[in-house]
């Protein structure tokens, strides 16, 4: 596997409004994953969790500080270094809490546009839309409307969607806060396999103490400092057997 | 993928409804067009029809059409006389306004140059032109009237004896057509009662002259009925409808009857311009505004549906975005709905009002032309009316989707 971190965020800084409502929602923020690592930020609320997910996202550039992703410097403070929709499309994935798919198009559909939009045939991109939903065991459900899918199939296939670039970093915004524990684990399992199998490396947001395990490394965000606390020392996937919703990685 | 029609079929009611609903409003906006045209070529029609190379009028009038013209029933006899003139025939027309089957019946009288004119350029649906003198007449189907129906004007009895179709006079009465003197009579008729108070008042004012009072006689001549007093003259026309003699010099025509300080001449065109630029022209302007209206609140409501459409997209818009979407695959999604919208409303305009149309009081011609604009028109109106929309939509984003 490439040595190359799949991201590194370099002393970020962010700092809304100015002179007396000057805010600084993230002070000097450092962070480094690994290809295939799963991190966990955890923190309170307005602690600036979402403020460096956004920034590490290339949604919302910091005030100061650099970003690289897959060895490819991106961000030097709020300047671009290249077209960040372009680069956001090829190279990161977002999955979050809820209303992550598009409700007017199917499993397969929300997988295959973000293919199309990077370029992707339509028949190329069916195909390998259906070859990710049948690696995250949702293929039965590929023609199906959101509203027609659990909250552990929307993630699965937000998931799906996430990875369908194959991108350098997946950013996941509290995917498991809609789903009850049993789906909440199956979906921070899923975490940890593609990370693994793909070579993404993974950054989750999440207030789920429960799922620690699956983490090789938990972050901690508060009043917009980023503290490294620990590493874990067991993966879930080797920690936890399959459960009956996870299908196997094939390859 | 289009994400234009996916959403759509995410949502086809709601589509379908609304795109009935604007195409309702488009075909409003389709048939002022129409309706306009039809009245303009109700107007024509009939001046085309009859194929008058000139028209003599009241003196200074710009009738019969435009406005009220009398011209003596000599005229034609007159004008005759004059060289390079191969015909020359009395028209009259006037509207009436009479009562039956106790409803209102309006029709537009014209009269027939009996012997010369008996109808036979009139096209007819059913039934034949004029074969007789009196009581025969030709009527529009507008007027309801049936082929061998008889109707009663005054005091006399009239039999349909042949039917036409879209013959309108401009004010969207149907016409009738009789011979001249079956017209006027319809026009001039007076109760017995009005006959007799108007001998007492002639009497009456030849008793007071001075004349009558020196020669009696007189006055005893004028109280005789009207057809045997030679001094008084026979109901007055409408006009004198002239064809000019192959190769005569129609300004050598024109010029001498100008000459008659008496009445006027008017060529087929200038009775066309007066129509359409004097009662015609009100109705058009009136029915354009209409359309210019109706063209903006379209405009509005198509604007405002897009608009609408739009905020209950903002967060696909936004997740659209935060996967990478290009701002042409936004702005394509919502042009193409506002396209889709337009010219399915459009379709839907044409095919309702292709159903509907004939079933107007009055003729709603919808010509090709129309349609072409019409078509620009709801172009420019989808593009226009989508830009809230697309603003909406740029403005939108990415961390939107993760709220």
């Known amino acids: 596997m490439d040595n190359t971190p799949a991201i590194e965020a370099i002393e970020l800084t962010k700092v809304y409004g100015s002179g007396n409502t000057e805010v600084v929602a993230m002070r000097r923020a450092s962070m480094s994953v690994r290809r295939g690592e799963v991190v966990a930020l955890l923190g309170p609320s307005g602690s600036g969790k979402s403020t460096f997910l956004t920034a590490v996202g290339l949604i919302n550039p910091p005030t100061s500080g650099q970003i690289h992703i897959g060895g490819q410097f991106v961000l030097d403070g709020p300047h671009a270094r290249m077209n960040l929709t372009s680069f956001r499309r090829k190279h990161v994935g977002f999955v979050f809490q809820k209303s992550n798919l598009i409700p007017f198009l199917n499993a397969r559909e929300n997988v295959q546009i973000a293919l199309e939009l990077n370029d992707t045939s339509p028949r190329a991109a069916k195909k390998r839309a259906l070859e990710l939903l049948d690696n995250l065991g949702v293929k039965d459900r590929s023609e199906h409307l959101p509203t027609e899918l659990s909250g552990g199939q929307q993630q699965r296939v937000a998931v799906a969607r996430a990875l369908a670039n194959q991108p350098s970093i997946l950013l996941a915004d509290e995917p498991t806060a809609a789903l009850d524990s049993v789906t909440g684990r199956q979906v921070m399992e899923l975490f940890a396999r593609v990370a693994r199998e793909h070579g993404t490396g993974v950054i989750v947001v999440t207030h789920d103490h429960r799922a620690l395990s699956v983490f090789d490394t938990i972050y901690e965000m508060e009043d917009g400092l980023l503290i490294r606390q620990s590493a874990s020392t067991t993966r879930v996937s080797e920690a936890i057997p399959h459960s009956s919703e996870t299908a196997p990685c094939p390859g | 993928m289009n994400l234009a029609l996916k959403d759509i079929q995410h949502n086809l009611g709601r589509f379908v409804l609304t ?385």
């Open chain 2, 19 to 403: 795109t009935v609903g604007v195409g309702m409003l488009l075909m409003v906006v389709m048939g002022m067009a129409g309706i306009y045209r039809g009245v303009v070529e109700d107007a024509t029609l009939l001046i085309d029809r009859i194929g008058a190379d000139l028209w003599i009028v009241q003196h200074d009038t710009r009738g019969p059409f435009a406005e009220v013209s009398r011209v003596p029933a000599s005229l034609m006899h007159r004008a005759r006389a004059v060289p390079g003139v191969k015909d020359s025939r009395e028209f009259v027309y006037h509207t009436i306004q009479r009562e039956r089957d106790g409803k209102p019946f309006r029709m537009a009288v014209l009269g027939l140059s009996w012997p010369h004119d008996k109808g036979e350029w009139v096209p007819l649906v059913a039934g034949r032109p004029l074969a007789q003198g009196h009581f025969e007449m030709l009527a529009d189907v507008s007027l309801g009237v049936r082929l061998g129906e008889r109707l009663t004007f005054g005091k006399e009895t009239y039999q349909v004896v042949g039917l036409t179709r879209n013959m309108i006079s401009s004010g969207g009465d149907g016409i009738a057509f009789f011979t001249v003197a079956d017209a006027e009579a319809i026009q001039f008729d007076t109760s017995g009662e009005a006959v007799r108070l108007e001998r007492s008042a002639r009497k009456s004012r030849g008793e007071r002259s001075e004349l009558g009072t020196k020669q009696p006689s007189l006055v005893e001549q004028a109280s005789k009925p009207s057809g045997e007093l030679p001094a008084i003259a026979r109901p007055q026309i409408s006009a004198v409808m002239l064809r000019i003699a192959p190769g005569a010099n129609v300004q050598q025509v024109i010029r001498t009857i100008s000459g008659w300080g008496d009445v006027s001449v008017r060529t087929c065109e200038e009775q066309t311009e007066y129509l359409l630029k004097g009662s015609v022209d009100k109705a058009r302007r009136q029915l354009g505004l209409f359309r210019v209206l109706l063209t903006l609140i379209a405009a509005i409501i198509m604007a405002l549906i897009l608009y609408t459409l739009t905020l209950e997209k903002i967060h696909s818009i936004a997740l659209l975005q935060l996967i990478g979407a290009r701002k042409p695959v936004i702005l394509g999604l919502i042009l193409q709905q506002a396209l889709l919208l337009g010219f399915g409303g459009y379709a839907i305009a044409y095919l309702l009002g292709q159903q509907l149309f004939p079933l107007f009081p009055r003729r709603v011609i919808v010509t090709g032309g129309d349609l072409w604009q019409l078509a620009g028109i709801v172009l420019a109106i989808s593009v226009a009316s989508s830009i809230l929309g697309i603003a909406k939509a740029l403005s939108v984003q990415p961390n939107e989707a993760l709220g």
